[in-house]
């Protein structure tokens, strides 16, 4: 418990992220956001919402700790559709490095997904979302959001 408690506040975000996914493009796209964050059960749990300003969306997330399996289940929801993305990415922390894994798809095809937090500092995070379609041999990192905490 207590892992995402870095990241309560408000934080500008650089997104980096892939034009096409999987297809072998090096072509990227940044756009800005902001991202609110809160903590609740205690360090149990964790909310933010991120608005994307030039793309006139939003997306939220929620953060689940089970003490027993000693894991984090993250949900995404996206005002763009309206729906909460299942199934919730699973993982934990490691040696300040929180790595987490689902099954999903991408366009309708299966993909294994992984987010990792990094370089997390008082002022600085740094997210990462990859696909693998080869069981894990290889990954292509398709987003990265580089978090920098808003002054108070």
Avoid at 34 to 49: K, L, N, P, T
Avoid at 51 to 59: I, L, V
């Amino acid at each position: 418990m207590g892992d995402f408690d870095f990241f309560v506040g408000t934080w500008n975000v650089v997104n980096r992220r892939l034009r096409e996914r999987l297809v072998g493009s090096d072509e990227w796209e940044e756009f800005p956001g902001v991202s609110v964050a809160h903590g609740f059960f205690a360090g149990g749990g964790h909310f933010d919402e991120i608005t994307f300003p030039t793309r006139g969306s939003a997306g939220a997330t929620i953060r689940i700790f089970d003490p027993v399996g000693q894991e984090w289940s993250i949900y995404w929801m996206s005002s763009v559709d309206g729906v909460l993305g299942l199934p919730p990415m699973v993982g934990r922390f490691v040696d300040g490095v929180g790595r987490f894994y689902a099954d999903d798809q991408h366009e309708g095809r299966p993909v294994r997904c992984r987010f990792i937090w990094s370089d997390i500092s008082a002022t600085t995070a740094r997210w990462e979302q990859a696909f693998s379609t080869d069981g894990e041999q290889t990954w292509e990192t398709n987003w990265i959001m580089t978090f920098t905490r808003a002054s108070a």
